[in-house]
């Protein structure tokens, strides 16, 4: 639907969201995020300018259905996907995709590290509806001589996020924010480095023994972001990778970092959101919170998770869902999902959809804490539903219609059981519900009487 809407500005020097909204003009995208946060277009463009919200709409992605991330927007989620050197089957990305979108992820992240890297995320923005983002970094090394980090060029770098642009990615992860003056924080650490792409960063300063070559480039990288409408997700190389190493002098001057570059983007008018802690104990997710938007002047933050646990391989996505749920609630505007593969391996099309499931349970309950009109709506239908024994209600309401209705039929499949005052955890005679039924009817006969 957007075709329409992007051929007038192909004249256009910049063509971000950014620059329309500080000229004071109210795109459709604009328009179409109001509609969906029930907020006014106006409002919408000023939170654009000022920074506080993105819009994520390469203008080489016309089928995208546009969407918001910010404070004054509702928490969004996250999902990654991506094929390895060991699976690079397109069609299982479309598969994931698909999932993605059936329950419910408001972007994706294609984390291809194949050598058809190009043939899988052209399938991948071409399957998607909502914003596909990138880390170039994963794709420059696949393209670097042997496959080495050291042996990246400037130029042939900025040549692969132009190309990942021209194709339609509506946003990158950039390390750029990673200076060559942190490197002793990083020996202070129990884990050191864990981010992919910090890592890969660090082994070429070590090399050239210069400066990031992202920051170098930042200049014409934000070209390039003019050029297409690409926002940026400034990468947070040096993010915990364990409870020990939160809230570290490592992390926390790459944020002061991240901090400058957002200022240096906006003066170009490039959208930014700023990605955030991976592993971080419970009771300092809120303060990371507040630091974020102190060093990033209010610029969206994208967090993953945070685990607030290290020890739940398995079951990360449960960790990591609990340290989004208060990240949302203390500001947060995007959670990355976690899978249960997480540590482990590969995620597949069911660690996928566990995945976002656990991550919309997390934005939702987010969205509530913040009292974010109409978010218990939902909630409250449920409730409703639930007390009149109104089963296939339900299912419509939950967040997995499907295994809420598995779940019920494992024991009660029979189609009259939709209709019954019970389920198979208190049976007929045993069901609160139908308790409480019986003593309001009395006391209204009797009032009645």
């Known amino acids: 639907m957007r075709e329409a809407w992007i051929a007038p500005r192909m004249k256009d020097g910049v063509r971000t969201q950014m620059h329309y909204a500080k000229a004071g003009v109210t795109t459709e995208e604009m328009r179409r995020v109001a509609a969906r946060e029930n907020l006014s277009a106006e409002r919408v463009r000023k939170e654009v300018a000022r920074g506080r919200m993105v819009i994520p709409a390469n203008i080489h992605h016309p089928q995208l259905d546009?969407?918001?991330?910010?404070?004054?927007?509702?928490?969004?989620?996250?999902?990654?996907?991506?094929?390895?050197?060991?699976?690079?089957?397109p069609q299982l990305e479309v598969q994931k995709v698909c999932i993605s979108l059936k329950?419910?992820?408001d972007t994706i992240m294609d984390l291809s590290t194949c050598d058809n890297t190009d043939e899988v995320r052209k399938a991948v923005i071409a399957a998607s509806t909502?914003?596909?983002?990138?880390?170039?970094?994963?794709?420059?090394?696949?393209?670097?001589?042997?496959?080495?980090?050291?042996?990246?060029?400037?130029?042939?770098?900025?040549?692969?996020?132009?190309?990942?642009a021209q194709q339609g990615v509506s946003y990158f992860t950039i390390h750029a924010g990673f200076m060559m003056r942190f490197m002793p924080y990083i020996a202070k650490r129990k884990m050191g480095i864990v981010s992919r792409g910090g890592s890969l960063i660090a082994a070429w300063m070590m090399h050239h023994h210069q400066e990031n070559p992202f920051y170098q480039a930042y200049d014409q990288i934000l070209d390039i972001c003019q050029r297409y409408d690409v926002t940026l997700s400034l990468g947070d190389s040096l993010r915990p990778g364990c409870l020990a190493d939160a809230s570290d002098e490592a992390q926390l001057e790459e944020l002061k970092m991240?901090?400058?570059?957002?200022?240096?983007?906006?003066?170009?008018?490039?959208?930014?959101?700023?990605?955030?802690p991976g592993h971080?104990?419970?009771?300092q997710v809120e303060?990371?919170?507040?630091?974020?938007?102190?060093?990033?002047?209010?610029?969206?933050?994208?967090?993953?998770?945070?685990?607030?646990?290290?020890i739940s391989p398995g079951y990360d996505h449960i960790s990591s869902a609990i340290g989004a749920a208060v990240g949302g609630m203390h500001g947060a505007?995007?959670?990355?999902?976690?899978?249960?593969?997480?540590?482990?391996?590969?995620p597949g099309p069911e660690d996928v959809r566990e995945g976002i499931i656990a991550y919309k349970i997390a934005a939702h309950a987010a969205d509530v804490a913040r009292g974010r009109k109409n978010a218990r709506n939902r909630d409250d239908a449920m409730s409703d539903a639930r007390y009149a024994f109104d089963w296939n209600r339900q299912f419509e309401l939950a967040l997995d219609p499907e295994r809420a209705k598995a779940y019920h039929d494992e024991t009660l499949p029979q189609d009259a059981f939709k209709?019954?005052?019970?389920?198979?955890?208190?049976?007929?005679?045993?069901?609160?519900?139908?308790?409480?039924?019986?003593?309001?009817?009395?006391?209204?006969?009797k009032e009645q009487a």
């Not at 957002?262 to 008018?269: F, M």
């Not at 102190?294 to 646990?309: E, N």
Request: with cysteine.
């Open 66 to 89: 546009p969407m918001g991330i910010g404070l004054a927007a509702s928490c969004k989620i996250n999902a990654n996907i991506g094929a390895s050197a060991l699976a690079s089957d």
């Open 103 to 105: 329950h419910g992820a």
């Open 130 to 164: 909502v914003p596909v983002g990138t880390v170039p970094m994963y794709q420059i090394v696949q393209e670097a001589k042997n496959q080495d980090a050291k042996n990246i060029v400037i130029d042939d770098m900025l040549k692969v996020i132009e190309r990942q």
């Open 258 to 276: 991240l901090g400058e570059l957002t200022l240096r983007a906006w003066e170009k008018d490039v959208q930014v959101m700023i990605e955030g």
């Open 280 to 283: 971080v104990p419970l009771n």
């Open 287 to 310: 303060h990371n919170m507040k630091i974020e938007r102190h060093y990033c002047h209010d610029a969206p933050f994208y967090i993953l998770g945070p685990l607030v646990t290290d």
């Open 333 to 346: 505007s995007m959670l990355c999902y976690v899978t249960p593969k997480e540590h482990l391996g590969l």
């Open 419 to 445: 209709d019954a005052e019970f389920c198979s955890m208190c049976g007929p005679k045993f069901c609160s519900y139908k308790i409480t039924h019986d003593i309001v009817d009395h006391f209204q006969q």
